[in-house]
């Protein structure tokens, strides 16, 4: 309470006194607190001004475009996308301003580390591979049973599960063997590096005002998350198609 007493006093002082204004903000812009609040508590001195949070959440935004467009170039990366309802709310509605929703698509870059890359010329030898796979279908025996080893694999993880939530239940408090090498989890198949260079970027792109229920409306959530992307040109395109593979999760309509 003394440091937002002693900040609200300074910033009534001088708008350039704002670092705690500032945060606030930032954070209560990203819980969707709607502009007529913004105006309440900048007008106490707690916020900055609505116009000012929105010009830096663009300034943010542009930023972070920029900075996937390097990505996306060099870095593997998948994306993911869904359909996304916004409520457009309104405080004085007229013949030409109402309140309404509008049905849009949200996607977001997953920028992987850089031992996720794929070697050179992945591309062709996917290529090569499906072409010889659809001279003869596959055996819908071997699909169903899967691999033995993985389920063993999988069951493994399953009991652990299950002995895990047990086990550190309050009725288990007293357990005098829940620290044995039996609860212990089974060894990793294959350990994921971790540490900084391992990090996962994640960067959300540009919301669309393009519905997904369609073939077209898929056609062209595609092409314009591709253009803001950079991937739009003739030669990117080329190179998409030649060298890049990438993982595209959207609905059931767009999952390759």
């Known amino acids: 309470m003394i440091l937002h007493q002693i900040a609200q006093s300074q910033y009534t002082r001088s708008h350039h006194r704002n670092r705690l204004a500032k945060l606030w903000a930032v954070y209560l ?13 900048h007008a106490l001195g707690i916020v900055m001004s609505h116009k000012w949070t929105a010009n830096a959440y663009g300034a943010l935004s542009l930023q972070a475009m920029e900075e996937v467009r390097r990505e996306v170039q060099w870095s593997p990366w998948i994306i993911s996308h869904d359909n996304v309802n916004l409520p457009m709310r309104v405080f004085s509605q007229r013949l030409h301003n109402q309140s309404h929703f509008v049905s849009g698509c949200a996607g977001t870059v997953w920028v992987l580390p850089a031992e996720a890359q794929l070697p050179p010329g992945a591309n062709s030898l996917l290529r090569s591979q499906r072409a010889e796979g659809i001279k003869e279908p596959f055996s819908f025996t071997d699909l169903l049973q899967g691999d033995a080893s993985a389920h063993a694999r999988v069951k493994s993880q399953y009991i652990h ?17 829940r620290d ?54 003739e030669d990117e395109q080329k190179r998409t198609g030649l060298d890049r593979i990438l993982v595209w999760g959207g609905d059931q309509m767009t999952v390759g």
């Open 180 to 233: 044995d090498d039996i609860f212990k989890p089974p060894p990793p198949v294959n350990l994921l590096p971790s540490g900084p260079q391992s990090v996962v970027k994640q960067f959300i792109l540009g919301t669309l005002d393009t519905e997904e229920a369609s073939y077209e409306g898929n056609d062209k959530v595609i092409s314009e998350f591709y253009q803001q992307l950079g991937l739009s040109s």
């Open 161 to 177: 599960h299950v002995l895990h939530v047990l086990v550190n239940s309050p009725e288990f408090a007293d357990y005098e063997f």
């Open 29 to 41: 812009k990203a819980c969707g607190l709607s502009a007529r609040a913004f105006d309440a508590l």
